[in-house]
Nanobody, 115 residues
């Protein structure tokens, strides 16, 4: 069982920045594909970004150029750097590691973008 812990959420003004962190347990971390998702009340969970084992990344069109996902395999950590935040980025952000046929979720971290 992989334990997933997100952190780094908070309140930020429009145009500001936040860095989210995801720590996932396990000795096979370098083999995990890691996704970030986000969810607002009453809406379906929305995919935001992915980083593959090779380091290749993929982003939701709306966050391209503003968000950066990166991984540190030595620390079992994936970061989501979020810049130029918009009110519509407000959501609970979830880290989602995938390993073989299994998928894991954390409790999420709340990001609120408001003036």
């Amino acid at each position: 069982q992989v334990q997933v812990t997100e952190s780094g959420g908070g309140l930020v003004q429009p145009g500001g920045s936040l860095r989210l962190s995801c720590v996932a347990s396990g000795s096979n971390f370098q083999q995990y594909i890691i996704n970030w998702y986000r969810q607002t009340p009453g809406k379906q969970r929305e995919w935001v970004a992915t980083i593959f084992t090779s380091g290749i990344t993929s982003y939701l069109e709306d966050v391209k150029g503003r968000f950066t996902i990166e991984r540190d395999n030595a620390r079992n950590t994936v970061l989501l750097e979020m810049n130029a935040l918009k009110v519509e980025d407000t959501a609970v952000y979830f880290c989602n590691p995938l390993f073989l046929r299994d998928t894991y979720w954390g409790e999420g971290t709340l990001v609120t973008v408001s003036s």
